[in-house]
């Protein structure tokens, strides 16, 4: 068996999937949580309401079945994207998450990249030398990057704080484990992803003024992480020790769930 958690924008789906010849949904459950939306065009979610949705869905899902959480083999993810959630030193969150629709750093964006000659709104040579590198630009004021360069503009304690760089799955990954992670496709979607040399872009950090030390370690989606912490299983009423995989992205796991790969 495995579970799986689909990270929307407005709640969680929990499910619990039987693999043998065919990949059968056995359970399933789903919690909501709040998107605080303010006037200024940001858009926030506190973590720990996604961390008590996973909890409060997996007792009701295990509680519906006979399925025994020693039968678990692994853990893994759907999860809405491009979100910034900056954590300590022990996976605390320093401030709350910024979703994917968040829209104020503007002045982020129009200092760093929306100035000079132009094409689609981005400075023709930092484009043109992103499309090279990352085969993205980050063109989009939602872009996660200058989400983290809005944070470093106006909340430099937070900022200071901050030790890793994290999406939301990778965030949730971190807490069910120990270990600060990015998968390819969370990595791409930075526009800090070198799409030839499989890594972070040292020269994409210095154009974007990124400090490498805040990026995690790239995995795959299908890479075993970690294992579940004795906390976290404790938590979720799961069994320590149980494999926790990198997951996806929604964006990415679309043409996966519509068979189109």
């Known amino acids: 068996y495995v579970l799986s958690y689909d990270i929307g924008t407005t709640g969680v789906k929990t499910c619990l999937f039987e693999v043998e010849d065919e990949i059968t949904l056995v359970a399933a459950e789903m919690e909501g949580y709040s998107l605080t939306v303010y006037p200024d065009g940001g858009a926030e979610q506190d973590p720990d309401e996604w961390w008590s949705a996973m909890c409060n869905t997996t007792k009701r899902l295990m509680n519906s079945t006979s399925v025994?959480?020693?039968?678990?083999?692994?853990?893994?993810?759907?999860?809405?994207?491009?979100?910034?959630?900056?954590?300590?030193?022990?996976?605390?969150?320093?401030?709350?998450?910024?979703?994917?629709?968040?829209?104020?750093?503007?002045?982020?964006?129009?200092?760093?990249?929306?100035?000079?000659?132009?094409?689609?709104?981005?400075?023709?040579?930092?484009?043109?030398?992103?499309?090279?590198?990352?085969?993205?630009?980050?063109?989009?004021?939602?872009?996660?990057?200058?989400?983290?360069?809005?944070?470093?503009?106006?909340?430099?304690?937070?900022?200071n704080r901050a030790y890793k760089w994290l999406d939301v799955k990778e965030y949730l990954i971190g807490r069910m484990t120990g270990e600060f992670v990015m998968t390819q496709d969370s990595a791409f979607a930075s526009m800090l992803y070198d799409i030839h040399k499989k890594c972070w872009s040292e020269e994409m950090c210095k154009i974007y003024g990124i400090n490498?030390?805040?990026?995690?370690?790239i995995v795959k989606c299908t890479d075993k992480v970690g294992e579940l912490s004795k906390k976290a299983a404790d938590e979720l009423e799961l069994e320590p020790g149980t494999a926790v995989f990198g997951g996806g992205g929604d964006a990415s796991l679309i043409g996966v769930g519509a068979g189109s790969v």
């Open 68 to 159: 025994s959480t020693s039968e678990i083999a692994g853990i893994s993810f759907c999860s809405q994207m491009q979100g910034l959630v900056l954590v300590d030193k022990d996976g605390v969150p320093v401030r709350m998450a910024m979703s994917y629709m968040d829209q104020r750093a503007r002045e982020e964006l129009k200092k760093g990249i929306a100035y000079g000659p132009q094409i689609a709104g981005a400075n023709i040579p930092k484009l043109l030398k992103a499309l090279k590198i990352t085969g993205a630009v980050a063109a989009s004021v939602k872009d996660p990057v200058w989400k983290y360069k809005w944070v470093e503009a106006h909340e430099p304690d937070a900022f």
């Open 212 to 217: 490498p030390k805040h990026l995690a370690k």
